[in-house]
């Protein structure tokens, strides 16, 4: 499976962003996948998942009420449309994959549980 991601960029305080993450795997729906975050200096952040038939989706504390991710199986396509965005919010982005599994749901917020990351692109929010 290789995810590219899309859509990074600069933007300042309080505007918005669009990610989109493109997956190479003929069974997509099979799929659970997710966003993590990294700012220099700081670990790896959960910033949301989403189920393999968009069921659930899931969201970190910080970024809860601002950022929606949504899916589209027919094109192997995930999305991160991010609001109101924040300096706090500059960072790397990580789209992530992992296949479907009971255990998603106890750990959907765990980094090592997924099996593939794409390259990253850079977020970066000024004041």
């Known amino acids: 499976v290789q995810l590219q991601a899309f859509g990074g960029g600069l933007v300042q305080a309080g505007g918005s962003l669009r990610l989109s993450c493109a997956a190479s795997?003929?069974?997509?729906?099979?799929?659970?996948m997710g966003w993590f975050r990294q700012a220099p200096g700081k670990e790896r952040e959960f910033v949301t998942s989403i189920s393999w038939r968009s069921g659930s989706t899931y969201y970190g504390d910080s970024v809860k009420g601002r950022f929606t991710i949504s899916r589209d199986n027919a094109k192997n396509t995930v999305y991160l449309q991010m609001n109101s965005l924040k300096p706090e919010d500059t960072a790397v982005y990580y789209c992530?994959?992992?296949?479907?599994?009971?255990?998603?749901?106890?750990?959907?917020?765990?980094?090592?549980?997924?099996?593939?990351w794409g390259q990253g692109t850079q977020v970066t929010v000024s004041s």
């Open positions: 795997v003929r069974t997509f729906s099979r799929y659970a």
């Open positions: 992530v994959a992992r296949l479907s599994s009971l255990n998603y749901y106890n750990n959907y917020d765990v980094p090592e549980t997924y099996d593939y």
